[in-house]
């Protein structure tokens, strides 16, 4: 009989073990996921402003179908990332950026 308990609280240690873990693991994915939201998002909007410079007259020449089309490129882009977390979260959202 003794034996059985010895089991049963082995089982239960064990449980406790996987809980434990995976707590942990979905903490570190939230953590990982601000981290790397932070740092690409920043990345990305600074990437935009130096297309953005592209759009001066003085330094370069183009064509508006051009700019057009550089705009329509980052709009599709734009599009396909938004479906991408709607997917996920159907709850909508605000229209700032902030993690914490």
Do not use: C, P
């Not at 183009?62 to 709850?91: G, T, W």
Request: avoid cysteine; charged fraction near 35%; proline fraction near 0%.
């Amino acid at each position: 009989m003794l034996n059985i308990y010895k089991i049963y609280i082995a089982f239960l240690l064990i449980i406790y073990y996987i809980y434990i873990i995976m707590k942990k693991e979905k903490r570190d994915k939230k953590k990982e996921f601000i981290r790397l939201a932070n740092k690409r998002v920043n990345k990305t909007i600074n990437y935009i402003r130096l297309v953005g410079n592209l759009a001066n007259k003085t330094n370069y020449t183009y064509e508006d179908k051009q700019a057009s089309k550089i705009v329509s490129a980052l709009e599709q882009e734009i599009r396909m990332v938004k479906d991408k977390f709607k997917r996920v979260n159907k709850n909508g959202g605000d229209d700032t950026f902030e993690i914490s």
